[in-house]
């Protein structure tokens, strides 16, 4: 089993509505979680971190953290052809501390139609 | 959020040159800084985690000898690839964590071994 999951897509969304993606992760003592955004030929952007069970909104995005389930979603409303992207869920097993190590997943491809 | 910046972008050289990439976080002082590798259409793979004034920490599998890094100081790291082959060819991002604990990339740096 992968330290953290994710469907690779591509996922296709219309402009303008909302995407959904997922991602679960094995370890149960993990701590800090991540979203980042990565544009073919770039480097990731950190687009959400959320540390406590619930939402999190930031604008057009909202991070949903589930620990019991071990689950990690990110929305994106109004979705813009400008938001497609692979999109990585990070986690990390201990907060701060020596080694500050990020475990990723492989990523889901968002394509939004206009 | 934080900026981090990377030098050069891209690079071609020759095999078995040496080639040296520097990482600078801009605006704030990184506690940690991390070098990952990334081949087309892969994830992203930690290569190492750097500390200010320490050695390196490699992941399994990473040559020290041939990666070599360097964290002069709180908002500097370099990597030297040495000797470099073809299949050294990839994409190099360093990362750096801010006073919060989150980490954030730079555009990364493009090597082509000829």
């Known amino acids: 089993q992968k330290e953290v999951e994710q469907n690779s897509g591509p996922l296709s969304v219309p402009e303008g509505a909302i995407a959904s993606l997922n991602c679960t992760y094995s370890?149960?003592?993990?701590?800090?979680f991540f979203w980042y955004r990565q544009y073919s030929g770039k480097s990731p952007e950190l687009i959400m971190s959320i540390y406590s069970n619930g939402d999190k909104e930031d604008g057009r995005f909202t991070a949903q953290l589930n620990k019991a389930s071990q689950y990690v979603s990110l929305l994106i409303r109004d979705s813009q052809p400008s938001d497609s992207a692979t999109y990585l869920c990070?986690?990390?097993?201990?907060?701060?501390?020596?080694?500050?190590?990020?475990?990723f997943g492989t990523g889901t491809l968002l394509a939004v139609q206009p | 959020g934080a900026v981090v910046s990377q030098h050069p972008s891209w690079v071609i050289c020759k095999s078995g040159t040496s080639v040296k990439i520097e990482c600078r976080s801009l605006?704030?002082?990184?506690?940690?800084m991390f070098w990952y590798r990334q081949f087309p259409k892969q994830s992203l793979m930690l290569m190492a985690t750097?500390?200010?004034?320490?050695?390196?920490?490699?992941e399994q599998g990473v040559e020290k000898d041939k990666f070599l890094i360097n964290h002069a100081s709180l908002t500097l790291s370099t990597l030297t690839v040495t000797s470099a082959h073809p299949e050294d060819s990839s994409f190099y991002i360093c990362s750096a964590d801010d006073i919060s604990y989150e980490q954030y990339f730079g555009p990364g740096t493009r090597l082509t071994v000829t």
């Open positions: 605006d704030f002082q990184a506690t940690t």
């Open positions: 750097s500390n200010e004034g320490s050695k390196a920490t490699y």
């Open positions: 990070a986690v990390n097993k201990k907060r701060g501390g020596a080694t500050n190590k990020l475990i």
């Open positions: 370890d149960r003592v993990s701590q800090s």
